[in-house]
């Protein structure tokens, strides 16, 4: 069983920062590729980011391209997501996942099979 736990939500104003970081349980961590999905109010879970397993390859909405990134530290089986100039449409709750293995369609939800509780990013104007 895999447990993920994601922490460092908050309240931030417009333009401001915040790193979520995603810490899972269970084993070979570091074989999965994971990502990261938000889902505002109202609207449907969307995909954010996402990073495979040798950590050399990320991808991004292009919603969020160039202001966030997505990193993984092995060691520590964290999975993190730096997030910089955010925006008030950043707003929503922010999930990790774990990637089913064989699964290349990094942007849809239903490629992942283990899922956090999420962590709240509300973001000011």
């Known amino acids: 069983q895999v447990q993920l736990v994601e922490s460092g939500g908050g309240l931030v104003q417009a333009g401001g920062s915040l790193r979520l970081s995603c810490a899972a349980s269970?084993?070979?961590?570091?074989?999965?590729?994971w990502g990261w999905f938000r889902q505002a109010p109202g609207k449907q879970r969307e995909f954010v980011a996402s990073?495979?397993?040798?950590?050399?390859?990320?991808y991004y909405a292009d919603s969020v391209k160039g202001r966030f990134a997505i990193s993984r530290e092995n060691a520590k089986n964290t999975i993190n997501l730096q997030m910089n100039n955010l925006k008030p449409e950043d707003t929503a709750v922010y999930y990790c996942?774990?990637?089913?293995?064989?699964?290349?369609?990094?942007?849809?939800?239903?490629?992942?099979?283990?899922w956090g509780q999420g962590t709240q990013v509300t973001v000011s104007s």
């Open positions: 996942a774990r990637r089913t293995s064989g699964s290349f369609n990094y942007e849809s939800p239903e490629s992942y099979d283990y």
């Open positions: 269970g084993r070979s961590f570091s074989n999965y590729a």
């Open positions: 990073i495979n397993s040798s950590g050399r390859s990320t």
